[in-house]
């Protein structure tokens, strides 16, 4: 059976009222669909990056991170509600470019039976990482790229020019610096250039540069978590470059209005894009997935 989505006028002008897939017959409603959802600036958020209007308030919060004992990122309560809503109606994956210690301190209220890390250098299972992805992982990468150690020197020399505040090495797979500021990141494209001959691709990310294998990618692990998951529909949300690849394979993709995909104008024939930007684009984009997924989610969204 079909079935058409009638989009409240308070959402982005941006969304359309194509008809979505169906449901399997005898499916739940949502059940066929995997949601893939990148998470910082995507859902969830640092106050450095509410991006609030000046003297519109805050909306109610909800602390999903705390580092050192210290909330450190946010999501709003209404996009809390929907978080929950989507991960009991159809399998709700976050993808993220965050090591595994680093998504572990993410707390979304729901428990994701898979959850893809370190750009899809690691997929846990009910928690739990699954050594025989990270073995593929890897070979791909001997094979496919040049050595981990070549790309480190680079990092250094970058980091010799003062402008970076941190250099880290990702569970083995991949660097990411830090700058003190946004500013401060120097033109890479040339550095972006040289990796790209030896297999390694450069994507930066506000303070953040990433130094990463081509092979290692969001969307191939999410080819595996789609095979075991046995869904047969993917729902896509991101704001950065390195989500492109699941965006662009996704029967529905969303972004919000700020980032980096923002920032260069993309666009794709299924994407939709949030009137809002920051936080309140992270509620509004899972308004979007809900609504264009799930019957009576129009109603879940003004509560």
Known sequence: ????????????????????????????????????????QTLVYSRRSFRLAPGGGEPALVTVEHIDGQPAAFCTVRAAKLIAWLAAAATLVPVTTRTRAQYER???????KFAIT?????????????????ALVRARIDTQ???????????????????????????????YLVAHERGAVPDLRGVAADLAADGWRLSVQGRKVYLLPAVLTKEAALVEVMRRAGAAALAAAGDSLLDRGMLAAAELAVRPAHGELHESGWTWPNLRITAAAGLLGGQELLEILATALLPGAGDLATD
């Not at 079935?3 to 449901?23: C, F, H, K, N």
């Open 1 to 40: 059976m079909l079935w058409i989505v009638r989009v409240p006028a308070s959402y982005s002008s941006g969304i359309d009222t194509r008809t979505p897939l169906a449901p399997s017959p005898g499916s739940p409603p949502g059940s066929r669909w995997l949601v893939a959802c990148d998470l910082d």
């Open 106 to 112: 993410i707390d979304l209220g729901v428990r994701p």
């Open 118 to 134: 370190t750009n899809g250098g690691q997929l846990l299972v009910d928690g739990c990482p699954d050594e025989d992805w990270a």
């Open 145 to 175: 790229a040049g050595p981990l150690a070549d790309v480190q020197a680079v990092a250094e020399r970058l980091a010799a020019d003062g402008w970076v505040r941190v250099s880290r090495v990702a569970e083995g797979l991949f660097v």
